[in-house]
Nanobody, 122 residues
Framework: VQLQASGGGLVQAGGSLRLSCLVS????????MGWFRQAPGKEREFVAS????????LIADSVKGRFTISRDNAKNTVYLQMNSLKPEDTAVYYC????????????????WGQGTQVTVSS
């Protein structure tokens, strides 16, 4: 399984970005998917996750109301829509996949993408 994240960039505070993660393989709809982020000098943290069907999600409190996770199983892609971005959202964002449930724990995920940089200027 290979994951390819894209969509990062430089944006001003208050702006928006949409990250995408394309997943190889024919069983995408069976994967729980997650987005995580890691800022310099900090541990990787959970951002959002979504069930295989897309019907259930988990969102970190730090981004609740600003970020939305979704997926298109016909396109093998999971998205992270990020609105009202803040400088503290600056990090490398990673997508991850696992068979089954969409846990919030990074240790639960077997497959990882390469990460995409998001930088929010004040």
């Amino acid at each position: 399984v290979q994951l390819q994240a894209s969509g990062g960039g430089l944006v001003q505070a208050g702006g928006s970005l949409r990250l995408s993660c394309l997943v190889s393989g024919r069983t995408f709809s069976t994967y729980g998917m997650g987005w995580f982020r890691q800022a310099p000098g900090k541990e990787r943290e959970f951002v959002a996750s979504i069930s295989g069907s897309g019907g259930s999600t988990l969102i970190a409190d730090s981004v609740k109301g600003r970020f939305t996770i979704s997926r298109d199983n016909a396109k093998n892609t999971v998205y992270l829509q990020m609105n009202s971005l803040k400088p503290e959202d600056t990090a490398v964002y990673y997508c991850a996949a696992r068979d089954g449930y969409y846990y919030a724990s990074a240790q639960s995920y077997k497959y990882w993408g390469q990460g995409t940089q998001v930088t929010v200027s004040s």
